[in-house]
């Protein structure tokens, strides 16, 4: 079983930047396909990015597609996201989770085994 904890998160500017990471213990990240979602109040949990086991293949949602990276360093147990041009609607508790076997579906929550407890990411207009 992993455990993940999410940091990175703030306060920031519209316009501006922040970079999210996710690090796992317990078991190797190697062994699971990676992504991040968000959540704001009275919202359902949305899919934000992912990335397969070895980095090779990357997915977003098309609302943070140009402004948002995900990728990871499997030698560090970490999967980060850059999060670039923020915006008010940005705004969330971002979680990363992890799914032990290829998700066919990236974007659905359901797809992932384990989650983090969130990390709070505010932009301010």
């Known amino acids: 079983q992993v455990q993940l904890v999410e940091s990175g998160g703030g306060l920031v500017q519209a316009g501006g930047s922040l970079r999210l990471s996710c690090t796992a213990s317990g078991r190797s990240l190697m062994d699971y396909h990676m992504g991040w979602f968000r959540q704001t109040p009275g919202k359902e949990r949305e899919f934000v990015a992912a990335?397969?086991?070895?980095?090779?293949?990357?997915y977003y949602d098309d609302s943070v597609k140009g402004r948002f990276t995900i990728s990871r360093a499997n030698a560090k147990n970490t999967v980060d996201l850059q999060m670039d041009s923020l915006t008010f609607e940005d705004t969330a508790v971002y979680y990363c989770a992890a799914a032990w076997s290829s998700p066919n579906s990236p974007g659905s929550a359901t797809s992932y085994d384990y989650w983090g407890q969130g990390t709070q990411v505010a932009v301010s207009s």
């Open positions: 990335i397969s086991w070895n980095g090779d293949s990357t």
